[in-house]
């Protein structure tokens, strides 16, 4: 049985973080698309998005247990090219 | 009759030794507060300008006329529906978040009116606790004619009374300012931060937009309170004059946490009606300009007069002053409905006018706006939920507004693991706030946190209703309902039309 895991999210270019809850066997790319879903109203989603915790860029194949996230942690959805001061 | 000169002091500064009691006993450390200077040294307490109880009297019965007659001749509803709407908006945002915390402000001035250490200062402070409670009345009253027209304008007396997230972050912050502090705490956060400061920014600053937007009752609303406010701001002075000469470690502490938090609320409150709410034709400067006049220049003198540093996390503030307000707005917008006001997408002319004001920020904020302006175009007005955000936003664990600080490239939240519970800060001085006395804020939980331990519901239009105290008829919209001039939808496809024959009667059930 999965285990909900609530994470804070930042979309590169939105204006607040919003809270995505994820369950510990969804994939990174499922998290990752869920938070450009529920920002789009302030940002349009971008294709080449990739999930990051601090400075370490998450395999978008991986689970969340997989990608070593629990609760309440931070997640940032950035350009894989990434805009100069986004990092 | 004796001259005022003859017998002033013995009015306003009567001190004795105290033979029956210790000072201890006298005045605890926790309600007086604990510094490193001498009791003594209080008797030295002096403030710049004097008045007698039949003085103030006096002064206050004008000021009381000068509110009523503004009320007789443009309190009722048909002179508000001239007001430009977006501005009218800015009123029940001021309406709801004044009466209230003056409330608790003169609970604190009380506090201050026994505790603190010399006489003529517990003289100020009582004159301050009966300020405030005109202040908690005049915007009860000057409003209250407006509810039966709007049933938002209802929130000016609702609004600390109910859970819904701006009330929890102003409670949050006037708690512990007002009802919390002791009175040297008090004198520095409230009577020299706040209303030497910040409050010029309501009460000069914005007071000439609402003559401009032509709202001459919010004019003499803030000019009414802010003649009470300049007299008993002058109690932080001169409790900073004395607090720094022996404390000045504390002193410098009391005013880097309470400038942040202060800055934060009027970043929001004033920041949103500046460069938002004001018509564009009222506008004399930007709420950055305001700040840069009031507390960047002239605030700053009054903390280098006293030998006091700008607050070591200033380069944070310069980033904030151009960012803060402009973000949380943009995100306000896309969740209006959990506010009692309305708010407004600016058009083109508002946009080209912040992107002048504005060109470190702008450029990044434009594309948030340009996406507003298509979730619109793909809706039809009045479709308010229909460009309206519904995943739970995230707010600060210490000023309990929402995580909308550093730049739209590069939030700045950060979080913090105490004990077995996990922390998030909006900015590093949040954090700092919060690390400094952590016992203070530690057990409160934010809205986030209320909804993950079941007290709140998660679905939106539950936590409307059921937790944030809103009604249909209360809860913020658009304030043209999406019909800008501006704003160019296509033309949708129309059902082929049927002639009269094969039309069916609409009459009909």
């Not at chain 2, 004795?16 to 001498?38: H, K, N």
């Not at chain 2, 403030?47 to 003085?55: A, D, G, H, Q």
């Not at chain 2, 900073?240 to 005013?255: C, K, M, N």
Request: hydrophobic content about 40%.
């Amino acid at each position: 049985m999965s285990v909900l895991v609530p994470l804070y999210g930042f979309v590169e270019g939105d204006t607040i973080g919003l809270i995505v809850l994820a369950h510990d066997d969804d994939p990174i790319a499922r998290v990752v698309s869920r938070l450009q879903h529920s920002a789009r109203w302030r940002v349009a989603k971008f294709e080449d998005a990739r999930a990051f915790h601090g400075d370490r860029p998450l395999d978008a194949s991986q689970t969340v247990a997989e990608a070593g996230l629990s609760a309440l942690e931070r997640i940032d959805v950035r350009r894989a090219g990434g805009s100069p001061d986004a990092a | 009759m004796l001259p005022r000169e003859a017998w002033l002091d013995l009015a306003r500064k009567l001190e004795w030794t105290f033979r029956y009691v210790p000072e201890s006993e006298l005045f605890p450390s926790d309600p007086s507060g604990t510094t490193r200077v001498p009791p003594g040294e209080w008797r030295r307490w002096e403030e710049p300008f004097k008045t007698s109880y039949r003085e103030y009297v006096a002064a206050q019965h004008e000021k009381e006329r000068a509110v009523r007659a503004v009320r007789e001749a443009v309190g009722r509803p048909e002179h508000q529906r001239r007001i430009p709407r977006p501005w009218l908006n800015a009123n029940k945002f001021h309406g709801a978040a004044l009466p209230l915390a003056e409330f608790a402000a003169a609970i604190g001035n009380l506090r201050a009116g026994r505790f603190a250490r010399d006489s003529a200062w517990r003289t100020m402070a009582l004159f301050g606790a009966m300020d405030e409670l005109r202040h908690t009345e005049i915007p009860l009253l000057l409003y209250h004619e407006l509810v039966k027209w709007d049933p938002q304008f209802d929130w000016v007396h609702r609004f600390y009374h109910t859970n819904n997230w701006v009330a929890i972050a102003a409670r949050h912050l006037f708690d512990e300012l007002l009802l919390a502090a002791n009175p040297i705490e008090l004198a520095i956060g409230t009577n020299l931060v706040f209303e030497t400061g910040f409050t010029n920014l309501q009460f000069v600053a914005l007071s000439g937009l609402a003559r401009d937007a032509g709202d001459p009752m919010f004019e003499t609303m803030v000019k009414s309170i802010q003649t009470d406010e300049a007299r008993h701001a002058q109690i932080g002075r001169s409790v900073l004059e004395i607090l720094v000469e022996s404390d000045r470690a504390y002193a410098q502490r009391l005013v880097d946490k309470w400038f942040w938090r202060t800055w934060h609320l009027f970043s929001v409150l004033t920041g949103f009606s500046m460069d938002y709410l004001t018509p564009l034709s009222a506008r004399r400067a930007s709420f950055k300009e305001f700040v840069e006049e009031w507390i960047v220049t002239q605030f700053l003198e009054v903390l280098e007069a006293h030998g006091l540093e700008r607050p070591w996390y200033w380069d944070t503030f310069l980033t904030s002053l151009d960012h803060y307000h402009h973000m949380v707005y943009a995100s306000a917008y896309t969740y209006r409905a959990t506010v009692w006001f309305d708010l407004v997408v600016p058009g083109p002319e508002e946009r080209a006018w912040l992107a002048d004001k504005y060109p470190a920020s702008w450029p990044a904020l434009a594309p948030v706006w340009e996406r507003v302006d298509a979730g619109w175009r793909e809706s039809d007005p009045d479709l308010d939920f229909a460009a309206h955000g519904t995943a739970i936003v995230t707010f600060c664990d210490t000023c309990q507004l929402v995580l909308c600080e550093g730049t739209p490239a590069r939030n700045t939240a950060q979080t913090l693991v105490r004990g077995e519970r996990k922390y998030i800060f909006c900015s590093e001085p949040c954090r700092w706030i919060f690390e400094q006395e952590p016992e203070r804020y530690a057990g409160h939980l934010d809205v986030v946190k209320r909804v993950l331990a079941g007290e709140a519901p998660g679905n939106l239009t539950a936590i409307l209703t059921q937790y944030f105290g809103l009604t249909q008829e209360t809860w913020g919209r658009d304030v043209e309902r999406g019909r800008y001039d501006w704003l160019d939808r296509p033309a949708k496809p129309r059902p082929p039309q049927r002639s009269a024959a094969e039309a069916p009667d609409e009459r009909q059930p």
